[in-house]
């Protein structure tokens, strides 16, 4: 990974499905807004040219473990050049749900090698803080089986071969993703977080890590147009969506 | 043989067996003769007997779309890009090129990791960091390049398709001037196929004569490479030959006897059509 001096900071987060970690970056991000700070999130699999390709690989399940591994590779990429760098030079904070660490994970898992992993994603920018969140694999199957539909192909395992049952093949591929997990805290000094402990806590401790590197992020400045509204007595009926949300 | 050998780690799921067919490369820039003498080779080895199949970039049921379609936008930075191709490569190389190997044809790939290497260096992506990602590449057996120049590229592109914004490294190059954009990026893209050539010992075929002359350089190389593969195709022989209805024919005997391969026993030398493609790529 590239060791970047960009004015902005990127914090990321990482665990199985079922640890928590997004809703602890959503509290997060909630409250650097509400502390004024420029804040643009990018998530996992999300850019836009690349997404149609993926979705056509999943749903046709011509994935593969390489083919698996070198689209996500492209979306990580995409997303690289068209969101974080930028984003960072702007001065801004990134937040990402995922980042490298999920491909070492499961493309491990699946088979594939990781030294030509680390090569892979020697573009991505080291982030400035990566928080795991360390869940027992048992609570976060309790977890995830309350709140969610059907498990889909890919996202059970199911391509490993580990079970025929999705539910079973699931528990079995997130434990294999969690050992890899493990030796990824180790590599890359991830912050380990106790991801049992309540919300509250979890979040506090988040805060606390993260206030230290906020000293330089850029801040927006909110109420400019609310205040030249209520001085003129005006509504704004006509300013576009996008300035109305600074409001 | 097309031996398993990979240019990085051997990528997960692929058997190390050696191939009976054959994995040949043609490598040039556009408006070389490319596709034509692909096209002329095809016919050459299937009337010799060869069982062919061609395979080029953005033909992969997975990323060819993408890619077009992003190509369109010119909306993506070069590693994306990259990544896109080597996604599409792959897919080639798991679904097309290594079941195509395993069944004894010769495949003929229109264009391969060379072009991609070249094209990536001219726009600064790292050598090094590109040729660690095209690690899960096969080495084929031959890659024959047609040697062109500038001076001889543009007649030929003025008369086909004319000049193409990516060919004209228009995604980089300043300016509205396509010719001179055009002759900037082919000089660069040249030289960067002649120094992989040096590198990966290409068998360079001079391009500049008459599509005669080039073909026949052609086939000699590729006759090298195919010489000594059994003419009569497991493939196609089993394809070709009407099923014996007798009763019993679809018994697990039968079978087996059609094959030669009774009972386990292998009967002859020659591989049944269960070996040949027994495990191609779909699940492994």
């Not at chain 1, 909110?222 to 509204?229: D, N, P, Q, S």
């Not at chain 2, 992969?60 to 599409?88: M, V």
């Amino acid at each position: 990974m590239r060791e970047l001096d960009l004015p902005g900071k990127l914090f990321i987060v990482e665990g199985i499905d079922g640890s928590g970690k997004s809703t602890q970056l959503d509290l997060l991000h909630k409250w650097l807004i509400s502390e004024g700070y420029l804040v643009v999130a990018t998530e996992w699999n999300s850019a836009s040219i690349v997404k149609q390709t993926t979705r056509r690989g999943k749903k046709r399940r011509l994935l593969t473990p390489m083919s698996f591994s070198l689209i996500h590779s492209a979306d990580f990429a995409s997303r690289t050049y068209q969101q974080i760098l930028p984003a960072l030079r702007g001065g801004a904070v990134v937040l990402a749900d995922r980042y490298v660490y999920t491909a070492f994970a499961r493309d491990a898992v699946r088979g594939v090698n990781r030294e030509w992993l680390r090569d892979l994603y020697s573009f991505a920018v080291r982030p400035s803080l990566a928080f795991y969140f360390d869940v027992p694999l048992a609570e976060a199957i309790t977890r995830i089986r309350g709140g969610r539909a059907q498990l889909k192909y890919y996202e059970a395992g199911l391509d490993l071969g580990l079970a025929t049952d999705p539910e079973v093949s699931f528990a079995r591929f997130q434990g294999l993703i969690r050992e890899e997990y493990e030796r990824l805290v180790e590599e890359f000094g991830l912050i380990r977080m106790d991801a049992t402990q309540t919300l509250i806590r979890q979040q506090r401790l988040m805060r606390e890590i993260v206030r230290p590197h906020l000293s330089d992020i850029v801040k927006v400045t909110t109420g400019e147009v609310r205040e030249a509204l209520a001085s003129e007595d005006l509504l704004g009926r006509y300013l576009e969506p996008a300035s109305r949300v600074s409001l | 043989m097309t031996e398993m050998n990979f240019f990085g780690h051997r990528p997960p799921g692929i058997a190390t067996d050696a191939l009976p067919g054959r994995l040949i490369v043609v490598e040039a820039t556009d408006a070389a003769g490319r596709s034509t003498h692909i096209g002329l080779l095809k016919e050459w080895l299937e009337d010799e007997g060869y069982a062919v199949m061609d395979t080029g970039l953005r033909r992969s049921d997975l990323a060819g779309p993408g890619i077009q379609q992003a190509k369109e936008g010119h909306i993506l930075d070069p590693i994306t890009l990259n990544l896109f191709y080597a996604t599409d490569l792959w897919d080639r190389i798991e679904r097309r090129i290594l079941p195509g190997l395993r069944a004894g044809m010769v495949v003929i790939a229109d264009r391969y990791v060379f072009s991609l290497l070249a094209r990536a260096a001219v726009r600064g992506v790292s050598q090094k960091w590109l040729e660690d990602v095209y690690g899960f590449a096969l080495i084929p057996d031959r890659v024959i390049y047609l040697d062109i120049d500038v001076e001889h590229l543009v007649p030929r592109v003025l008369v086909t398709q004319g000049f193409d914004y990516w060919e004209s490294g228009q995604d980089f190059l300043r300016g509205h001037d396509m010719f001179q954009n055009f002759v900037t990026y082919q000089r660069l893209l040249l030289a960067e196929f002649r120094r992989l050539a040096d590198r990966y010992e290409f068998a360079v075929v001079d391009a500049r004569g008459t599509a005669a002359e080039i073909f026949r350089a052609l086939k000699e190389e590729v006759g090298e490479v195919v010489r000594g593969m059994p003419l009569d195709n497991p493939v196609t022989g089993v394809v070709l030959e009407p099923p014996d209805l007798g009763i019993g024919a679809f018994g697990s005997e039968g079978l087996g006897d059609r094959n030669g391969t009774a009972n386990g026993g292998p009967a002859d030398d020659q591989p049944s059509e269960r070996s040949a493609l027994g495990g191609s790529s779909q699940r492994r």
